[in-house]
Nanobody, 123 residues
Framework: QVPLVESGGGLVQAGGSLRLSCAASGRTFSSYAMGWFRQAPGKEREFVSAISRSATITKYADSVKDRFTISRGNAKNTVYLQMNSLRPEDTAVYYC????????????????WGQGTQVTVSS
């Protein structure tokens, strides 16, 4: 497992932007596919976006496609989620996760999780 720490959440008005970061500890960051998930109150955790080890493959939930962009900097052991055109329905706790297997959309495949960062979008 790899320790993960998210940052960058906050309160933003609808239409605004936020950039989430997830920093990993250790020397094996580039060995992991990375994903972002979110969980709103009273709802199940859902997939948001994922990126392969070499950043050649990215995946997005339909609800965030064309608004969110995932990227990673292996030299900095960090994965990012740029969120634009935010909507109130994007309000949730956002979690990053690491998967030693192929990049995927299933939360059950991810082995390490951060503590989450709150994103609140006001209307």
């Amino acid at each position: 497992q790899v320790p993960l720490v998210e940052s960058g959440g906050g309160l933003v008005q609808a239409g605004g932007s936020l950039r989430l970061s997830c920093a990993a500890s250790g020397r094996t960051f580039s060995s992991y596919a990375m994903g972002w998930f979110r969980q709103a109150p009273g709802k199940e955790r859902e997939f948001v976006s994922a990126i392969s080890r070499s950043a050649t493959i990215t995946k997005y939930a339909d609800s965030v496609k064309d608004r969110f962009t995932i990227s990673r900097g292996n030299a900095k052991n960090t994965v990012y989620l740029q969120m634009n055109s935010l909507r109130p329905e994007d309000t949730a706790v956002y979690y990053c996760a690491a998967d030693s297997g192929p990049v995927g959309v299933s939360a059950g495949a991810y082995e390490s999780w951060g503590q989450g960062t709150q994103v609140t979008v006001s209307s």
